[in-house]
């Protein structure tokens, strides 16, 4: 089965390398966060390993990649195949970007994030639909400030058709035909504080995963 994977993502703006996401990794925020599924706090944890050491990343986990690729099917070891539109060289310039990266803060998982997040993979898992609006006509900013206020800048990452934590964090990082590969660019900024993540079923992709990144929130209490 092949996979055609679509990468989304909006941002506003206002004004130790572990070996897995154990409960001990200090990279694994995640840990006690009741509200979060199991992939989803490997998702908060992968992103934590990536922002620790983009270069480490880079060359563990997508370099070897490149021997994947069939022309632009890329070979996913041990998940589903993607289709890519650039190919290889996509890979490539990643590479060559994330060794250059430095070292960014580990996220901590906020839950008014992650209710706006699961307001939209509920909405899309139902309609089917892609991007940032809702059916409701709602986007990014008005699905946060449902649950609290933000603070410095918020964005958002959408992916469709991933199965796994690393796979997604790859694919977003790749960013495969996007011209100013702005999910990257999300992941690598340094503003950012807090996350929420959530995971859904898709009508036509499958999966999706919703990933809201803030510099601050003040959480509503009622929420």
């Given at each position: 089965m092949r996979v055609t994977v679509i990468l989304i993502l909006i941002t506003i703006s206002n004004l130790a390398f572990a070996s897995g996401p154990g409960s001990a990794s200090p990279l694994n925020t995640a840990a006690n966060a009741s509200y979060l599924s199991p992939l989803e706090k490997e998702i908060v944890y992968e992103i934590n390993l990536f922002r620790s050491n983009p270069a480490r990343y880079a060359e563990k986990y997508i370099a070897p990649l490149a021997k994947n690729y069939q022309k632009n099917?890329?070979?996913?070891?041990?998940?589903?195949?993607?289709?890519?539109?650039?190919?290889?060289?996509?890979?490539?310039?990643?590479?060559?970007?994330?060794?250059?990266?430095?070292?960014?803060?580990?996220?901590?998982?906020?839950?008014?994030?992650?209710?706006?997040?699961?307001?939209?993979?509920?909405?899309?898992?139902?309609?089917?639909?892609?991007?940032?609006?809702?059916?409701?006509?709602?986007?990014?900013?008005t699905r946060i400030e449902r649950y609290g206020k933000w603070k410095v800048r918020i964005a958002e990452n959408i992916a469709y058709g991933n199965t796994s934590a690393r796979q997604m964090v790859v694919f977003l990082l790749i960013d495969d035909n996007v011209k100013d590969r702005g999910?990257?660019?999300?992941?690598?900024?340094?503003?950012?504080?807090?996350?929420?993540?959530?995971?859904?079923?898709?009508?036509?992709?499958?999966?999706?995963c919703v990933m809201n990144f803030a510099g601050g929130m003040e959480n509503n209490n009622e929420k």
């Open positions: 099917l890329l070979q996913y070891p041990g998940d589903l195949p993607i289709k890519t539109v650039e190919g290889v060289k996509a890979l490539h310039e990643c590479v060559r970007e994330l060794k250059r990266a430095t070292p960014k803060p580990i996220l901590y998982p906020n839950k008014a994030l992650t209710n706006a997040a699961g307001d939209h993979c509920r909405d899309q898992s139902k309609t089917g639909r892609t991007g940032h609006t809702g059916s409701d006509n709602s986007n990014l900013k999910h990257r660019a999300n992941m690598l900024n340094p503003d950012f504080k807090l996350i929420g993540v959530s995971t859904a079923t898709h009508p036509e992709y499958l999966t999706m």
